[in-house]
């Protein structure tokens, strides 16, 4: 494995190739232990044929000098080769007690195998986790965008102050509106007004005519319209000449409370356009006792 290939490894992976290779010096070690053990048990094997052969041929007579000779140097290379196997063994053994002895002085804290996988298993879990939570808060700011976007371009949220549209609507209360500017008689309507939102309830389309008589009753074209949802009638703040007829791209606007509102009575204000209309009031979110449709009677 090449440098850049290690570099682009992950902390949780590079643990478990430690691991691994942790374990292949592990065999090694108990390979190399056994091999020892093998080799001590020769050398014993070889000291005991080496003591039954001198004592053979001290008990055997029948011996000539020569072979006699002849056995003693066999037993004495025998005994060199033992004698050169305990010497490297001791050299050995020397060597690696200094290395004890200097490894000794400075201990290193080794990981074992299992403490290295659980270290890899714990790191897989950290990245499972941080991968989790950001495609979750991802998702979290993608929902919310989309929320926001909803709500600027199709569905704008409004909270309605002051009392003009009392009882149908109160101070306080969150409404959704819905973008659009096809009104009919009777919705309630969100429009622009001076750098403010205003909230009021569509009586006449353009080209109809508005009649209100002194108690505060509507006529539109002659016809007295039925209004359930008003508390009390009242001819409030009205300037325009009546009967009034609607412009043309233009919706006449009153609010519920009569007695208090200003709206499409008042040349201040007067008659809503098209390009002023926020959209159409159809729920109400807040308080969450009235949630609900509003709007029709």
């Known amino acids: 494995m090449t440098q850049k290939e290690l570099e682009k490894l992950s902390r949780g992976k590079l643990l478990e190739l430690l691991a691994e290779q942790t374990g292949r010096a592990d065999r090694l070690d108990r390979e190399n ?7 001590a048990e020769r050398e014993k094997s070889m000291n005991q044929l080496g003591r039954m052969t001198e ?4 008990v055997s007579p029948g011996l000539s000098d020569s072979e006699r000779e ?13 004698a050169m196997a305990e010497s490297i063994e001791e050299l050995e053994d020397a060597e690696a007690t200094e290395d ?9 804290d080794w990981p074992t195998r299992e403490q290295l996988l659980l270290a890899a298993q714990k790191e897989r879990y950290k990245n499972r986790y941080v991968w989790s939570l950001k495609t979750t808060i991802y998702a979290l700011l993608t929902v919310a965008a989309v929320a926001v976007l909803v709500a600027v371009l199709l569905l ?3 909270q309605i102050y002051g009392t003009s549209m009392n009882p149908t609507l109160y101070e306080g209360d969150f409404v959704v509106s819905v973008k659009g500017s096809d009104m009919k008689t009777s919705d309630l309507v969100a429009f622009y007004y001076n750098n403010k939102i ?7 389309q ?5 009649d209100i008589a002194e108690d505060g009753t509507v006529y539109v074209d002659n016809v007295q319209i039925e209004e359930p949802y008003l508390m009390e009638k009242a001819f409030g703040e009205c300037d325009i000449e009546l009967p009034y007829q609607v412009p043309e791209s233009r919706v006449f606007v009153m609010g519920d409370n009569r007695d208090v509102s200003v709206d499409s009575r008042s040349t201040s204000i007067g008659c809503v356009a098209q390009e002023q209309i926020v959209g159409k009031i159809v729920f109400r979110i807040w308080p969450l006792s009235e949630i609900g449709r509003v709007g029709k009677a």
């Open 33 to 39: 232990s056994r091999l020892k053990e093998r080799i």
């Open 55 to 58: 004592a053979l041929i001290r």
């Open 70 to 82: 002849a056995a003693a140097r066999e037993l004495d290379e025998i005994r060199e080769s033992n």
């Open 100 to 108: 004890d002895q200097e490894e000794s002085d400075e201990p290193p």
């Open 156 to 158: 704008p949220v409004l």
């Open 198 to 204: 205003l909230v009021k309830r569509v009586i006449a």
């Open 206 to 210: 353009a080209g109809q005519w508005v």
